[in-house]
């Protein structure tokens, strides 16, 4: 009887482990909250170790945990402190990889790719492919108007 008691409770136990897995659509989420409340070691930590980073605009990919969270997270978190990430389209899945239309906005407060700040509020749009693995981003793809953000950042004239 004390047997069958513990195989019930260890089948219980691992019953429970396999429904926490996280789904990709709640890593997302979690993921966006952490870009959102501007803690890129936060966001950092739903990527996996060898997550592969593509923004569109760059042209080259950053691999890597520790990479993306500096030249990407916190790149962007520097230049917008108070940056906004908001998902504007319900999102496709195919298994393991979501798509989503998004917005992105903020204040330009800090340094961006080498140039000063402007302190021009920015505001643009653009597409997310992410893929997740073992409830890891192990892809990120960014697509984006990238002419529409450089016109945003420039430098006001006076």
Excluded at 17 to 31: R, T
Excluded at 78 to 106: C, H, Y
Aim: charged share 20%; net charge neutral.
């Amino acid at each position: 009887m004390k047997s069958i008691r513990i195989a019930a409770l260890s089948l219980a136990l691992i019953s429970c482990g396999v429904m926490a897995k996280a789904s990709p659509e709640s890593v997302i989420n979690s993921y966006m909250a952490a870009w959102n409340a501007h803690s890129a070691s936060q966001a950092a930590q739903y990527l996996a170790k060898d997550v592969v980073y593509y923004d569109a605009a760059t042209g080259s990919p950053v691999k890597g945990q520790e990479s993306a969270e500096r030249e990407v997270i916190g790149a962007f978190i520097r230049a917008v402190p108070d940056l906004q990430w908001k998902m504007t389209s319900k999102p496709v899945f195919n298994q393991d990889t979501i798509a989503f239309q998004w917005e992105f906005s903020g204040k330009n407060a800090g340094e961006w790719a080498g140039a000063p700040a402007t302190n021009n509020n920015i505001r643009f749009e653009g597409v997310s492919f992410i893929k997740v693995v073992d409830g890891k981003i192990a892809y990120q793809g960014d697509y984006y108007d990238s002419k529409k953000l450089e016109a945003e950042l420039e430098a006001k004239k006076p």
